[in-house]
């Protein structure tokens, strides 16, 4: 099975991209265009002109733009009425078109939830499926039609996953945030399994056999790795943090390479390895910070082809210009084989 590699790239990191990135990747998924009016709004995505420079280093790389993200609204209304979502899914073709995309990613966070503070309605959940419906038909059965889904069953139960998999050619499911700037207890924020004594319970293999279970065909899953970390503060020196009570909700942390070079191994931070969960974390007495790195990702990698899942994709781009974590994910993934 040729296994997906798919990064989230932000406007102002896809000037950054690589010969190398485009030989490691087969997907980037563009992030963010946004529902104005409703229709498909682009002004945040002002260096589409990379895609072609960005193509020439890897003919075969596809180009999906990701609509959305958090705190992005205007789905809801827009998709209550056919007129709505056939409006909307025109000037999505349009789009593709004009710069020669290969597909369209929804990344509505999230469907009957408006704890993003996002206009939401009990029938996102019809609707939701009606949207991506629309997108299929417009774009064609060639091109790509994906969602970004949130790793909690408060997705799955705000939508309806069965259907919506017969859709889309593929589901990502962002197996991070897992803990979020909604707890206060600190954890793992993208770990693969859950550990003993995690209250929360959440994994990627939580998640994943949620998905499954809602009817998602295992073959159409993505599975998430983060690029950046999570950090709780005020915390009491037991268990190292892990799983105590914080001062702080889990705030958005430092990216990876931020992290080599500033925290590992510094100001107190030491690198803690929780074998349940197979993820690294850092404790300085009162902070703690949950990432992913190599080791973690590469497990995550093994996992991915152990469960004949269809990939692994990761939030963001910019969060290591090291490319320490891309590489990672690239040799436990693809190893030496040329795209």
Not at 99 to 115: A, Q, T, V
Not at 207 to 219: C, F, K, M, W
Request: some cysteine; charged content about 25%.
């Amino acid at each position: 099975m040729d296994h997906y590699i798919l990064g989230y790239v932000t406007n102002g990191a896809l000037p950054t991209v690589t010969e190398d990135d485009a030989r490691r990747l087969t997907h980037i998924n563009l992030a963010f265009g946004k529902v104005k009016d409703g229709l498909l709004d682009m002004h945040e995505l002002t260096n589409m002109g990379d895609v072609e420079r960005i193509r020439s280093y890897n003919p075969g790389i596809r180009f999906v733009l990701s609509i959305g993200g958090w705190g992005a609204g205007g789905f809801s209304i827009m998709c209550r009425t056919e007129e709505g979502r056939r409006a909307f899914a025109a000037s999505c073709l349009r789009i593709v078109e004009q710069y020669r995309l290969d597909g369209i990613d929804i990344d509505w966070e999230y469907p009957c939830d408006n704890s993003a503070g996002i206009d939401s309605d009990p029938s996102d959940k019809q609707n939701y499926t009606l949207l991506l419906q629309a997108l299929r038909d417009a774009v064609g059965p060639e091109r790509i039609v994906s969602i970004a889904a949130g790793a909690g069953h408060y997705f799955i139960e705000g939508t309806e996953m069965d259907k919506v998999a017969q859709i889309c050619d593929y589901v990502q499911i962002m197996t991070y945030d897992i803990r979020s700037g909604f707890q206060m207890e600190a954890g793992h924020h993208t770990n693969l399994f859950t550990s003993p004594g995690d209250r929360l319970n959440g994994s990627v293999h939580a998640s994943v056999t949620d998905y499954i279970a809602a009817g998602v065909p295992r073959e159409k899953i993505v599975i998430g790795a983060a690029f950046y970390s999570r950090r709780w503060d005020g915390l009491p020196d037991v268990n190292h943090g892990l799983f105590q009570m914080a001062k702080t909700v889990g705030q958005y942390g430092p990216g990876f390479t931020r992290l080599e070079q500033e925290f590992i191994g510094k100001d107190g931070f030491v690198r803690y390895w929780d074998d349940d969960a197979k993820a690294p974390y850092l404790f300085n007495g009162s902070s703690l910070i949950s990432y992913d790195d190599e080791q973690s990702i590469a497990l995550k990698c093994a996992y991915m082809k152990d469960e004949r899942l269809l990939g692994i994709m990761y939030w963001d781009h910019g969060s290591d210009p090291s490319r320490k974590l891309l590489a990672a994910m690239w040799n436990a993934t693809r190893k030496n084989q040329l795209v």
